[in-house]
């Protein structure tokens, strides 16, 4: 029988003279363990050509088409509310009623006193009227007191000569002579007459331009107290919901108050405000202008998205984020978003025919980048570096890496590693 440590110094022995033909054994059996390997199962879908949107995602708020607070425009009792708070009102609907019996009054004053005004008016051109015909009669006399004049002037000649020649005594020539002066008085008498019919005429038409600018002043007067008046009805001037209400019934309501009677905001339509990175400014302006653009509002918990359209982009880019703000209006006709609320929001391009499209779950990230595992002829597999241009839903354009008909692997990748064998499996229905 052999010693035991005999026996352990012939094994070293072996093995210090004969290490190729250990390492040899070694790789032979770990060569039969990967070839003994079993596949891995993979669920696989071929690379197909699709037509895809192109699509920029982003996250926005909801923002009221238009917010109106409703004030005033008058002091008074206020005496009638035509609505509950929350209430969906429409544009032109009665919304307060204020006292209007005061305002009647002033309007009934300022009739009033324009009756007056008119009166005063008609008679200043009545006045006027009666000046012009006293002139005219002025005129007259004044003619015949001139042929008057004119005739005892020549019986004072003709009388003058007859009085020379001691054809009349003096007495009579006298008396002609006198006639002729006071023919000549009354001349001058008419023409002072005219002149004062004149001023007084003046007179008239300054009366008239005076009752003329009182009259203009009282329309005015009436049509600033109907206008007054019609301020005493309140009218809803937007399509939208009311706020809760500021004031009851009975208090009183000053003119331009700092608080409002109530809030109207308009959410049909409405607004969606989102933001874009600065580097997409110039596609998007590019695509907006061959036509209008679509955008999807999506709220959570809600699979069916909102749809309107892209309505503003603004000029300035925001500096310390790098985004520029876009605002999209959506008719919203079934209230289904609200001011305040966030959405996801996806803004369509276009679209892209014969994009190279896999599965986005069959995209892995590496420390190169993104790959996919493709399944060779020999159901073995491959890393596939690939360049992800756009990610529409479950569905990822490929720019490069990758041909049409070629199969990826969409489940069981964590099991694979270049070159391993796999069974494809039906995936799970």
């Given amino acids: ?3 035991p440590l005999l026996s352990a110094l012939i094994l070293v022995s072996v093995s210090i003279g004969t290490p190729s033909l250990l390492t040899a054994c070694g790789a032979s059996q770990a060569e039969s363990r990967k070839e003994q390997r079993p596949p891995v199962p993979v669920v696989v879908t071929p690379v197909i ?9 982003s996250t926005g708020v909801v923002e009221a088409y238009s917010t109106v607070a409703v004030k005033s425009q008058i002091g008074g009792q206020l005496i009638e509310v035509n609505f509950k708070d929350g209430q969906d009102v429409k544009q032109g609907d009665l919304l307060f009623r ?3 019996r005061p305002l009647e009054a002033e309007l009934q004053q300022a009739i009033a006193n324009q009756a007056r005004n008119q009166a005063q008016l008609q008679q200043a051109i009545a006045n006027q009227v ?3 015909t006293t002139i ?3 005129k007259a006399n004044k003619d015949r007191d001139a042929a008057q004049l004119k005739f005892a002037d020549f019986q004072r000649k003709s009388y003058d000569s007859l009085y020379a020649e001691g054809a009349i005594s003096r007495t009579q020539a006298e008396q002609f002579r006198t006639n ?5 008085a009354t001349v001058n008498a008419s023409g002072s007459a005219i002149d004062t019919t004149v001023a007084a005429a003046e007179s008239t038409k300054a009366d008239i331009a005076a009752a003329q600018a009182n009259l203009a002043a009282g329309d005015a007067l009436i049509d600033n107290a109907r206008v007054q008046l019609s301020y005493t009805e309140i009218y809803s001037p937007v399509n939208g919901k ?3 209400l500021k004031v009851n019934q009975g208090n009183l309501v000053k003119a331009d108050d700092t608080a409002p009677l109530v809030t109207i905001v308009q959410v049909k339509p409405i607004y969606v405000t989102f933001t874009v990175p600065e580097k997409s400014l110039a596609q998007v302006k590019q695509y907006q202008k061959r036509g209008k653009l679509k955008v999807q509002a999506f709220i959570p918990n ?4 909102v749809e309107g359209e892209l309505t503003f982009i603004d000029s300035v880019v925001d500096v310390t984020t790098g985004t520029v703000q876009l605002k999209a209006t959506f008719a919203n006709l079934d209230d289904r978003i609200a001011p305040g609320q966030r959405v996801d929001v996806v803004l369509k391009l276009a679209e892209e025919p014969n994009s190279i499209s896999v599965p986005t779950q069959a995209i892995q990230t590496g420390q190169k980048g993104q790959f996919v595992y493709v399944v060779k002829a020999d159901s073995t597999v491959e890393i596939r570096p690939i360049k992800v241009v756009n990610t529409v839903g479950n569905d990822a354009a490929i720019a490069s890496g990758l041909d049409v008909g070629e199969k990826v692997v969409v489940d069981g990748q964590f099991a694979l590693s270049p070159n391993a064998k796999v069974e494809i499996k039906e995936p799970k229905k």
Avoid: F, G, N
């Fill in 136 to 138: 005219a009669q002025a």
């Fill in 302 to 305: 809600d699979k069916k998205p």
């Fill in 242 to 244: 009311v706020s809760s």
């Fill in 49 to 57: 050509q699709k037509t895809l949107p192109i699509q920029i995602r």
């Fill in 180 to 184: 002729a002066s006071v023919s000549l």
């Fill in 1 to 3: 029988m052999r010693h």
């Fill in 98 to 100: 204020i006292d209007p």
């Fill in 130 to 132: 009666r000046a012009e």
